[in-house]
């Protein structure tokens, strides 16, 4: 049970409490904040849901264009300006945080480059040699000692200070920062035009919804101290 029914179901019992026993005092703390937490509930319910009649309500699925343009801009405006993308390649000067392209080198197919060197030798002066010892059957069992070995000196290579410097130059060229941009900006925008407006309410709910459940317990906490003020000048 979330803060919101618990309010609203505190101030129900106080406003039965205060008309069972005839308490005046009692009925009008239980009649406002009743009234103040049921306001500020529907207020809440109608940021995420349209009630018919009830103009403005269902404010955010409405909107949801509108907030999707606003998470674009903040993404391309905010993050990744090119002051920002030149900051974090500055930041990654030290040795010990450069960028690490060990996972995407582990990753890479090096079949191709171990095909290529067979054709070179099947091409080269060496080829009839080849031959003669079973052609390329015969080198078949070093295809992955090769590609081990290739992986680990490309891995040493992208971690020295001459690679980092070579890749930080290119990556300032002012026209690959615009490329770069560009190709942000579109995966970001693909992203965001997969957001549906009951995925963009569940998003912002999650969010704010515990908070915005406060709104509920101090709407019936002052309504119940208006009631007790009215009460007592009543009196």
């Known amino acids: 049970m979330n803060k919101s029914v618990i309010t609203n179901l505190i101030a129900a019992l106080l406003l039965a409490s205060g008309y069972y026993f005839s308490s005046a005092i009692v009925l009008s703390i239980g009649l406002f904040a009743l009234s103040g937490a049921l306001t500020n509930w529907l207020a809440v319910h109608m940021l995420f849901e349209k009630i018919p009649g009830l103009y403005g309500s269902g404010v955010i699925p409405s909107r949801f264009e509108e907030f999707k343009a606003g998470i674009s801009h903040l993404m391309m405006k905010q993050f990744f300006t090119d002051e920002n993308i030149d900051r974090f390649l500055s930041d990654q000067g030290g040795s010990e945080s450069h ?137």
């Open 99 to 235: 960028i690490n392209l060990q996972p995407v080198i582990e990753k890479v197919d090096m079949t191709p480059a171990f095909d290529a060197l067979v054709t070179t030798v099947e091409q080269s002066s060496l080829g009839g040699m080849l031959a003669m010892f079973g052609g390329t059957e015969a080198i078949t069992p070093l295809k992955e000692p090769f590609i081990d070995k290739m992986k680990a000196s490309l891995v040493e290579i992208s971690q020295s200070e001459e690679f980092y410097t070579l890749l930080k130059n290119e990556l300032e060229q002012p026209d690959v920062l615009a490329d770069m941009k560009t190709k942000i900006n579109e995966i970001v925008s693909q992203r965001l035009n997969e957001l549906t407006p009951e995925l963009v309410k569940e998003i912002i709910q999650e969010m704010i919804r515990e908070h915005l459940g406060w709104l509920v317990v101090w709407g019936g906490v002052f309504g119940g101290i208006i009631g007790l003020v009215a009460a007592l000048i009543q009196a």
